[in-house]
């Protein structure tokens, strides 16, 4: 109980404290109240980890009826997940909104805001009762909104924050179908009921139940189709907003999957097999996406939808395990998410930090501006560095990890397939290479392009290294990523206990990962360090060799060209030129050119915007065709006064003469009748 | 252990087959297979050159390209030996190790703001993200045969017995082969004597480099080139005694030079934009093989 009231308090004080205070003190307050809550909910979350589940039943209201706090294995993970994002984004933030010191009322509203988002993240984990869910879900939403358009001026904010509020509560809304269609089933609140519920009707009733969770879920997780939201959000938000929604902010949205998963019994392969077809599509399509885009924070955002996409296939793969009673799938499938969860989070919040930073120095996120920031931000760009490496899943960093696992589940499933399984396993397979060599283009292309080479474009500005102060926090993060791509088993083992909770719905015997091939990570481990090791004996070499040579600084050789400019550098449009023709026919393009004519030709220009073709049918099409024929009704609204009374005569009329019509016409029919 | 000494002493004479058969091929002399080996030992003992435009990137990417090809090459078995490094799972870290590689070599030639460079790189990205599917599902199928996930067990447990094995074999054989190609950038993806910039790949991406790096990048390449042909030569060894399985190592891999000479002499390389869709060939054959083994094991319902 003492947590409860530590974690309503908390806030509420500080929240309350913010208003008064010197710009200092809030940031203090708020530091302090985030930290608090962190680890006060951190504790709960390592109990519940370690199979010590933390039990509260609330009395909540006539309506809600009691409300029950769960913090389970997979709570646990979650919570434990977003305090680490949210300690680290508070902290990046502090330092990253020096720069707004002029606003210090919008600042007290962020700030609150910020407390506001953590305590609703935390306990959208906890809470197992559907209303407080749904209301702990709608401040959760209306926080990140106005988190995410702090620079209100801005007309492009403002856009991207009401389509992810809007967005936002499309997917409340089929969570509130879901929840009201159990509880008028059942008459209760309480999440147990909806376990009870689909065990006691067909498994068709429950798997429409489970798709509008999904769906609700899906929307903010970003799956595709419904990500379309995620590209305009992220590039608005500050940078460590973006990195806060990236990181926990979608993932509470695979937490509540994995939750109806939990909850609802339901024929687990054709789920598995649906989520599992939708995240492949994610992972490419948002790979794909990325390549094409010129922001850097946009090009992120698709990345997010990628990393969406290998978590669901790790659920989807769980699912099947589940369905067909392969405890290797099972157990390979939901650890690999679930790894992939926690990766993800800190590789994105890390990539989306040192893209704040470049934002900061330079302020412009266009990456065919920037060029050459590494010997401006050498630190900011070692650390961008290690996140693009450990997102395109390459040893020895953490998303190889989270991959490899995903990689030996689908090998390990191989030997026990028939043929549609094997072509299943063949297009996973397929995808996640895909989707590691299209991250590879798409981040060398960002990290070649924003940091290398010349500077493209003179800023007016001093660009120089973000203080100390707020590369700590980085530093932290990329510490994680290293760690987790050099002892993964310390960390695929701290899962058992959450995938048992999987495993257990079928009984499957799951004890640890020994067995399932996931000796292998010991090897990994191994091969890790002698990979480092290797690179620091060749370097070692190679500085004994150069030692006594003479090393000379030239030009960069340009085939005899005597007046290079940084024009004629590789720009990212040209880097991945050839990938865009040969895939053309799968993007939208808009392109805006004058082409160079004439002998004397005049100022010519070439502009090109990716554009999401998804987004064109699935949103853009239909609002547009539901205002085309709204537009018929036009008239109706046509600014006379004369009319508007009209309209409510006829109203009042018509409400008080319609039920005396009803009332002839039945009297008429009786009438009728009795003949 | 035997592996990675075979490997290594094969790398020595691999490149210089190569060469030495293109010029008998062309009607010269040529250089002496060792003549590669030579260079490389001459490159290791010059100073360097530095573009004022490079960074850090660019002076520790051919420390960590070698590193990768390195760590790359630990991984492969030699028939029934182990490899130094050996798993469940291996060819996965084998690719994506060699995926750090590519990294480094593409942000390193990004790194001296050079067009062509960057054109080298923007290539490279392209084609290797096209071939990794078709050795996931090579390998994929191989484990399918077999039942196993290391290549030493994969290899080991490779029987080559009826006749469509054996195509398989040979199918699985030119899917490698071409992969060689395709990671060393040999033809018909590209053509590392060409004279001219704007149509290289590989070569476009190391015109910076000098010195120890250049040696280090040219060794990783022979490297490759080996590690590529002891893969190809397990697909066959089975359980052969090593008394014979040795030469016959070393025989293979001589031929292998020997066929990628003379694809070198008498083909020409692709234009450059068909050398996507050749690549996605690769993946086909590779299905090809896939459906193949789902018939050797019977699983073709």
């Not at chain 1, 993970?77 to 949210?86: A, C, P, T, V």
């Not at chain 1, 680290?88 to 700030?111: I, R, V």
């Not at chain 2, 990205?125 to 994969?154: C, D, K, N, V």
Request: charged content about 10%; overall charge positive; hydrophobic content about 55%.
């Amino acid at each position: 109980m003492i947590y409860v009231w530590g974690f309503l308090l908390i806030p509420f004080m500080a929240i309350c404290l913010i208003p008064f205070l010197r710009l200092k003190g809030k940031a203090i307050v708020v530091c302090t109240a985030v930290s608090l809550t962190a680890i006060l909910t951190s504790i709960l979350a390592f109990q519940g980890l370690s199979g010590q589940p933390f039990e509260l039943q609330l009395p909540g209201s006539l309506i809600s009826g009691a409300i029950r706090l769960h913090v389970d294995a997979l709570s646990g993970w979650f919570m434990l997940i977003i305090n680490f994002s949210i300690l680290t984004g508070g902290y990046y933030g502090l330092s990253y909104m020096k720069a707004y010191a002029d606003q210090p009322k919008n600042l007290s509203m962020h700030g609150v805001l910020f407390l506001l988002l953590h305590a609703s993240l935390v306990s959208l984990c906890a809470i197992q009762n559907s209303i407080a869910f749904l209301i702990a879900w709608e401040i959760m939403a209306l926080s990140a909104f106005l988190c995410i358009i702090f620079e209100h001026e801005k007309i492009a904010t403002i856009k991207a924050g009401i389509n992810f509020l809007i967005q936002s509560h499309i997917s409340i809304l089929f969570l509130m179908i879901g929840f009201i269609w159990v509880a008028s089933q059942t008459g209760s609140y309480d999440f147990s009921v909806i376990r009870t519920y689909s065990l006691t009707h067909t498994s068709a009733l429950s798997l429409m139940l489970f798709l509008f969770f999904f769906t609700g879920f899906a929307i903010k997780a970003g799956f595709v189709p419904f990500h379309t939201w995620l590209p305009y959000a992220h590039p608005a938000a500050p940078a460590h907003i973006s990195g806060i929604m990236s990181g926990v902010l979608i993932k509470i949205g695979i937490f509540g999957i994995l939750r109806m998963l939990l909850l609802i019994d339901l024929n687990y392969t054709t789920a598995g097999i649906i989520i599992l077809c939708l995240a492949i599509v994610s992972g490419v399509y948002g790979v794909m996406l990325a390549i094409l885009q010129h922001n850097l924070k946009k090009l992120l955002a698709y990345h997010s939808i990628e990393n969406i996409g290998i978590i669901g296939i790790g659920i989807g793969l769980g699912c099947i395990g589940l369905g067909t009673n392969n405890v290797i799938l099972c157990s390979l499938g939901f650890a690999g998410a679930l790894l992939h969860t926690l990766n993800h989070s800190l590789f994105k919040s890390l990539l989306f930090f040192t893209a704040g930073n470049v934002y900061q120095t330079t302020h412009t996120l266009d990456i065919e501006k920037l060029g050459g920031l590494v010997k401006k931000m050498p630190q900011t760009a070692l650390l961008f560095l290690v996140a693009a490496l450990a997102i395109c899943g390459i040893p020895p960093f953490n998303g190889f990890i989270s991959e490899f696992i995903l990689y030996t589940g689908l090998y390990s499933w191989m030997h026990a397939a028939d043929i549609t399984s094997l072509i299943t396993i063949l297009v996973t397979v397929s995808a996640l290479v895909l989707i590691g060599g299209l991250a590879i283009m798409c981040f060398t292309k960002a990290f070649g392009v924003v940091f290398l080479g010349n500077p493209r474009h003179t800023f007016h500005q001093e660009i120089k290294e973000v203080p100390i102060s707020q590369l700590i926090p980085l530093y932290l993060i990329a510490g994680f990523i290293i760690a987790i791509g050099m002892f993964p088993s310390v960390f695929l083992n701290t899962l058992i206990m959450p995938v048992q909770l999987f495993t257990g719905i079928h009984q499957l015997p799951f004890a640890s990962f020994q067995g399932k091939g996931m000796e292998a990570l010991n090897s990994i481990s191994q091969a890790g360090w002698c990979l480092t090791g290797m690179v620091v004996v060749v370097w070692g070499i190679r500085k004994l060799a150069l030692r006594n040579r003479s090393v000379t600084i030239l030009p960069t050789w340009n085939c005899g060209y005597t007046v290079p400019t940084s024009k004629i550098q590789y720009t990212a449009a040209s880097f991945v030129n050839t990938y865009t023709q040969l895939f053309s026919s799968l993007f939208l393009i808009y392109k805006k050119e004058k082409v160079v004519e004439g002998v004397f030709p005049a100022a010519a220009h070439y502009e090109t915007r990716p554009y999401d073709k998804l987004e064109k049918w699935l949103i853009d099409s239909p609002v547009l065709n539901l205002k085309a024929f709204l537009g018929r009704f036009q008239f109706v609204q046509n600014g006379k006064l004369q009319f508007y009374i009209l309209y409510g005569i006829l109203f009042i009329v018509a409400i008080i003469s319609i039920p005396m019509l009803y009332d002839q016409i039945m009297q008429f029919v009786e009438f009728l009748r009795q003949l | 252990m035997l592996s990675l000494i075979l490997i290594l002493l094969a790398a020595t004479f691999f490149t210089g087959i190569i060469i030495r058969t293109k010029s008998i091929a062309s009607g010269r002399k040529g250089p002496g297979i060792f003549q590669p080996l030579k260079d490389v030992m001459r490159l290791f003992r010059k100073g360097a050159v530095y573009s004022e435009t490079s960074s850090f990137v660019f002076r520790i990417a051919p420390t960590i390209y070698f590193s990768s090809v390195f760590m790359a090459m630990l991984v492969v078995p030699f028939g029934a030996s182990k490899g130094i490094i050996s798993f469940n799972g291996d060819f996965i870290f084998f690719a994506y190790v060699l995926g750090l590689g590519k990294f480094f070599s593409i942000i390193g030639a990004m790194d001296t703001g050079s067009s062509f460079e960057g054109m080298g790189a923007s290539r490279e990205a392209l084609y290797s993200m096209f071939a990794e599917p078709a050795f996931f599902i090579l390998m994929g199928s191989l484990a399918l045969m077999t039942g196993h996930t290391s290549f030493q067990e994969i290899f080991a447990t490779l029987h080559l017995g009826s006749s469509i094995t054996y195509a398989l074999g040979v199918l699985a054989a030119f899917v490698f082969l071409m992969i060689a190609m395709i990671e060393n950038s040999r033809m018909p993806i590209d053509d590392p004597k060409t004279h001219l910039e704007l149509t290289m790949v590989h070569e476009v991406m190391i015109l910076d480099n000098s010195g120890f790096d250049l040696g280090l990048i040219l060794t990783a390449g022979y490297l490759k080139f080996a590690i590529y042909g002891a893969i190809i030569f397990d697909l066959f060894s089975g359980s052969i005694s090593y008394g014979y399985a040795i030469p016959l190592f070393f025989v293979m891999q001589g031929f292998l030079a020997f066929v990628v000479g003379m694809i070198e002499s008498f083909m020409a390389r692709s234009r450059m934009n068909h050398n996507a869709q050749f690549i996605v060939v690769l993946s086909s054959v590779a299905l090809l093989i896939f459906f193949g083994a789902l018939l050797v094991s019977g699983k073709f319902i």
